[in-house]
C-alpha cells in the first residue's frame, strides 16, 4: 500500500531537501552545533519540523549530511601513482573535514556519538561510511611491491581519519606547518613493505 | 608586595583544589560536558565561585585538570624494549583519554577549542603538553637502527594522539578489536627505518 501511496502521488520535493541542507550549513558555520535545533532550521527556511522530521529522523542526520557529503564529491580516481593518488585523496579529504560547518559540527557529532542523542547503527556511522572505499580503491590501485600485502588498509584508513580530524581540531596538532605532505609521508609509510628485520 | 602578602597569609588551601576537581569529574561523567559549569561546581562542592575564579580562569582549565592529569602519572619508564614500551605507552594513553569524564569532556574541549571560549596558548593546550615527552623518552632508549633517524617524531606522536581519539570517539573506529594492539603495530611501522626504494 504504502508504495501505491508513494507511487500515484506528488514527486517528492527536493527543494526542502536542499533549502533545509543549506539552512543547516549556514546555521553550524554562524550559529554552532547547539544552536542548530530541528526549531532553528524550520524557523529560517520557513519549512514545517513535521516535513523535516519526515526526511530526517533527527537534526543528528540533517547534520551529517551537510557535513560529510562532501566525500562523496571527493572523486579521486586512482592513477596507480600512490604518492600523488595519496596527496590528491588527503587533501580533499582534509578540506572537506575543514570546511567551516564541519569544523563547526565535528564536536558536536562526537559529543552525540557519546550520549544516546542517537543510537548506534554502525552502517550509517559516520565519514568513514564515505570516503573509505575510495582509499581502499586508491591503495588497491598502486603498483605491485609498493603496498605490503600483511597491512590492514582499514587500520591505516582509521589513523588517517584520526589525524587529520587531530590536526583540525587540536591546537597543538593544527599549528604545524604543511599538514597535507605530513599525512601523505605517514600513509605512505604505514602501507609500505616491512624491511627484513634486524637479526 | 604580592610576594611577600603570599609568604605571611595562611598557606593554599589545597583541599578547596581537590574538591572542586572531584565534583567536576563526578559533573562530567554523570552530567556531561556542558552541564559542569563554574556555577554547578560551586553549588556541588560548596565553594563560593569567586574562590574557584581564584584558582583557574575558566572551567575550561578545570575540565583539562580534571582529564588529563592522569596523563603525568602514565609513568612509562623507557626500558628501551620498543615494542613492550610503545604497548605500556599506549595502553595507558588510551585508557586515560577512554575514563568516564574523559569521554565525556573531550568533545566539549574540542568544541571549545574551535570557538572562543579560550584564546589558544600553544604551550598550554592539550594533551599533547604531558605526553609528549615520554613519548619522546621512550622513542630515545630504543635500541640503535630500530628508529629511522628521518622520522619525524612529533608526527608520529600527533598521529598516535588522533588515532587514540578516533577510536574512542568514532563509532566505526571505536569498534574494532585489540585497540592497543593495533595502535602498537601502526606506531612501530611510523618509527622503523625504511626499506630501500625498490628501483
Redesign the interface.
Known amino acids: 500500500v504504502a508504495t501505491a501511496k508513494r507511487s500515484v502521488g506528488r514527486p517528492r520535493d527536493t527543494s526542502i531537501d536542499e533549502r533545509v541542507l543549506d539552512v543547516t550549513r549556514s546555521l553550524l558555520a554562524h550559529q554552532?552545533?547547539?544552536q542548530t535545533t530541528i526549531q532553528a532550521i524550520s524557523e529560517r527556511s520557513g519549512i514545517h519540523p513535521s516535513a523535516i522530521y519526515r526526511r530526517w529522523p533527527s537534526r543528528i542526520e540533517i547534520i551529517e549530511q551537510v557535513v560529510f557529503p562532501g566525500l562523496n564529491s571527493v572523486k579521486v580516481k586512482p592513477t596507480g601513482d600512490l604518492r600523488a593518488d595519496l596527496h590528491r585523496f588527503i587533501r580533499a579529504y582534509a578540506s572537506t573535514l575543514d570546511a567551516p560547518a564541519a569544523?563547526?559540527a565535528?564536536?558536536?557529532l562526537?559529543?552525540a556519538?557519546?550520549?544516546s542523542e542517537r543510537p548506534?547503527t554502525?552502517q550509517s556511522?559516520?565519514v568513514?561510511?564515505s570516503a573509505r572505499p575510495q582509499f581502499v580503491d586508491i591503495v588497491a590501485a598502486a603498483p605491485r611491491?609498493?603496498i605490503d600485502p600483511h597491512v590492514?588498509i582499514?587500520?591505516?584508513f582509521?589513523?588517517l581519519?584520526?589525524?587529520?580530524?587531530?590536526?583540525i581540531?587540536?591546537?597543538?596538532?593544527a599549528?604545524?606547518d604543511r599538514p597535507v605532505e605530513?599525512l601523505v609521508?605517514?600513509t605512505e609509510?604505514?602501507l609500505?613493505?616491512?624491511?627484513?628485520k634486524?637479526s
Open positions: 554552532g552545533f547547539d569544523r563547526a565535528i564536536p558536536g562526537l559529543a556519538y557519546q550520549s548506534r554502525s556511522d559516520w568513514a561510511v611491491g609498493s590492514d582499514d587500520d591505516v582509521d589513523t581519519l584520526g589525524s587529520v580530524m587531530a590536526r581540531l587540536v591546537p597543538t596538532v599549528g604545524r605530513r609521508v605517514m609509510r604505514l609500505m613493505p616491512l624491511p627484513e634486524p
